[in-house]
């Protein structure tokens, strides 16, 4: 048996990166298996959250009796969709499980130890600091039942948040760091005001990433978005919602046959009506939302405590008089941390979470 945990554990969470934000409401796990020392599977949970990794890793034709499991989660014990996963290692002959993190579902919760350990099965929960956070957007939608909510900023090095000459404030290297955290979380939230200024397509644009379009949600009450933007060419490639409070009008009905599904609401002015549309959002099969929209729209999330993460990119240059803001950047310039330790050409990124 080998005494290596860490380095094993942290291949698992390696792997459960790699579709992170793109299993639905199940989280992202990783699993290796281990054998005479021996990386011998991997699996990772597929995209909209099943088969769960411990199938992917152990459903193939090895011989597994006597292995290692080290997998990022406490391995699941109820049966839903598809049979627990206990199921399976008893069944393929693992000799010991390592998990990192116990599951906070309360099907089962602490029960895959006991399960095992009855088949004589040793199951260990070896906590790794390297990885002490991925779980978080998992353990807030359990306990709450509301999508772990991120967004992002661009601000000049004068904090200004529009330029006035271009679509954009921070460089390449900023922006392709947006496209992976937009390819890590499974929608999008946006404003029809912030689409209508940027003819935004709001998907991931790098090699590799390109094919992982997240649901976009485009708020916008009085359905003033434009006809013709970019984004149209996608709406046949993934699920693109207008959330109004303008219900069964002719205006609903064209944009219903360019394709776009409509999300009614009464009103989104107050805290109440923003936990509201989350727990819409939830209940629809989302668990990790991206909010990419102006300064007045973050600055009412802020204000009302719902962002669980912010990322603000910050520019080398000033834009001085070539920039503007349609709204006070005083909650954004209170914000104190450190800036991430990444290259960005010049460009700062800075996050803090709530």
């Not at 010991?96 to 906070?104: L, Q």
């Not at 909510?149 to 922006?175: F, G, H, P, Q």
């Amino acid at each position: 048996m080998t005494t290596n945990h860490n380095q094993f554990l942290n291949l698992a969470f390696q792997l459960a990166e790699k579709n992170l934000g793109q299993t639905k409401l199940n989280p992202s796990v990783g699993s290796v298996v281990v054998k005479s020392d021996t990386v011998i599977s991997t699996g990772v949970t597929s995209l909209d959250g099943r088969p769960h990794s411990e199938f992917n890793a152990l459903n193939k034709l090895i011989d597994f009796s006597g292995a290692s499991l080290y997998t990022t989660l406490e391995p699941c014990t109820h049966k839903g969709i598809t049979p627990p996963c206990t199921d399976l290692i008893i069944k393929k002959k693992i000799k010991n499980v390592f998990y990192a993190f116990e599951d906070p579902d309360k099907r089962t919760f602490k029960k895959a130890k006991r399960i095992l350990n009855s088949k004589g099965i040793k199951a260990k929960l070896i906590y790794t600091k390297n990885y002490i956070s991925f779980y978080k957007s998992y353990f807030l939608n359990k306990k709450f039942s509301l999508p772990y909510v991120a967004a992002k900023i661009a601000i000049s090095k004068d904090y200004l948040t529009i330029n006035k000459k271009s679509k954009w404030i921070t460089n390449d290297s900023s922006r392709k760091i947006s496209h992976l955290l937009r390819s890590r979380h499974d929608c999008v939230i946006s404003t029809s005001k912030s689409i209508n200024f940027d003819n935004s397509l709001l998907n991931c644009r790098i090699d590799g990433l390109n094919k992982n379009k997240p649901d976009l949600f485009i708020i916008d009450l009085n359905l003033k978005l434009k006809k013709k933007l970019s984004l149209n060419y996608l709406l046949k490639k993934r699920k693109t919602y207008l959330i109004t409070n303008i219900n069964n009008s002719k205006k609903a009905l064209i944009f219903k046959k360019m394709g776009y599904k409509i999300l009614f609401i009464n009103n989104l002015k107050s805290k109440n009506d923003f936990y509201y549309l989350y727990k819409k959002i939830y209940k629809m099969g989302y668990a990790r939302v991206f909010i990419e929209a102006g300064l007045t729209f973050l600055n009412s999330l802020l204000s009302y405590k719902l962002i669980n993460e912010l990322y603000i990119f910050k520019s080398k240059k000033k834009l001085s008089q070539n920039g503007k803001n349609n709204d006070s950047t005083k909650y954004l310039k209170n914000i104190h941390s450190k800036p991430l330790t990444i290259n960005l050409d010049g460009d700062k990124l800075f996050k803090k979470e709530f």
